[in-house]
């Protein structure tokens, strides 16, 4: 009783700490809407230096929120990723903040036009788990290049994180330009009833659809990255040992916890067996052993490793065949860890054809012409990422232009999210709105459209009545 009073005090307490400095970064932002390049550049350089500073705290607190997760992992994924975008960003944001000459149709002259690209406010942005250094740190260069101020919620899920994140930024910023929130339930209700400028929100469909309906009841836009059931096509004239050694490495990566990791993997017909074969032989190389590997990493929580093993129970009661990859044959009881699995044989009815997968598991079927391959991609929500294995350009570029997808690599996966001058974010049931690059400084600037009139005032002339030969004249010459 004692424990849940303190727990509803402290709660209590961080929801009016996060209406407090809500209205002070709002404050703030009025009395200073248009930060210079030099500020900007700066708060970037500032947390480009404290990412480098707290490194290895944070691939350590990584690790303890996952049970284990791979600090090389966290490190280059998120923490390295994430200092080239900050330099990135540094590079670029002087020159994306100069107002752009537009067109001035015959009808306006005289006149000059300009877009001049202002900063929205103050930004939320929603971390989810899986990443959630990369996709706190990676919105908020977005807002900061463009200008705006931010809060940020971490996730419940990695309270260690949030609370290194919390301290890392604090360090770099005053509460009035970034602040960051922690914890579950109410306080992250009470984060998405906010009334930002924009929101950024990062996780599954589901909450992606709560949080947009909050958004809409006061028209706040928002960026929503939703992840989904990203495919991998293999056409018959590629190398299955190629194939299985750039395939494998996204799926194992972070234990396949990763919204752009390959979902489903769609083979030509009679390749199944020789994949199977490759793919075993590359993940036995990468991780010899798994259960007191360093370099693999465990699924997060309880939760997510019954919803993995459910799918898994589901698919082997409807047909499937599984496949575990246990190199050294080790037991993973009373353990987060599970071998890298292949479920051959998988069927649309299947839960693990019906929901992302999110774990070290990849379904595998075949097709029998690289059309009847698209046709199954495009009769289904469109995915956040689509690779695509293919030595033809030609074929290649037809897969791109006849799929949709939030992204797409060809002959890799997941790379292109770290590609600085990409820009990333998903379609349809994938989502909605990009950043990264240049068009992440553009999804969270008010691109302002401005017509300045001389002395001169033209408009006198054209005044009804309109019986004057002007007027005769300007429809003339406008139609044409």
Known sequence: MVANVVELATSDAQIVDLHRVFKVQKQAFRQHPMPSADERIAQLTSL?????????ELAQAASDDFGHRSHDETKFAEIMTSLEGAKYYIKNVRKWMRPEKRHVSAMQMPATARVVYQPLGVVGVIVPWNYPIFLAVGPLMCALAAGNRVMIKMSGFTPRVGDTVKKMLAEAFSEDQVAVFTGRGEISEEFSKLVFDQITFTGSTNVGRTIMAEAAKNLIPVILELGGKSPAIVHESYPLVDAAERISFGK????????????YLMLPQGKTQAFVDAFTAQVSKMYPTMLNNPDYTSVINDKQYKRVQGYLEDARAQGAKIVEINPANESFANTRKMPLTLVIGVTPAMQIMQNEIFGPV???MEYSTLDDALGFVNGRARPLALYYFDWNASRSEYVANNTHSGGMCVNDVMSHVGADDLPFGGVGASGMGKYHGHEGFLAMSNAKGILEKPKFYAIKYILPPFNKGIHKFIKNYLLK
Request: proline letters at 4%.
């Open 252 to 263: 194992c990566w972070n234990a396949g916890q990763t919204c752009v990791a390959p979902d």
């Open 48 to 56: 480009k230096r404290v990412l480098a500073k707290y490194q290895d």
């Open 362 to 364: 990849l379904a595998v």
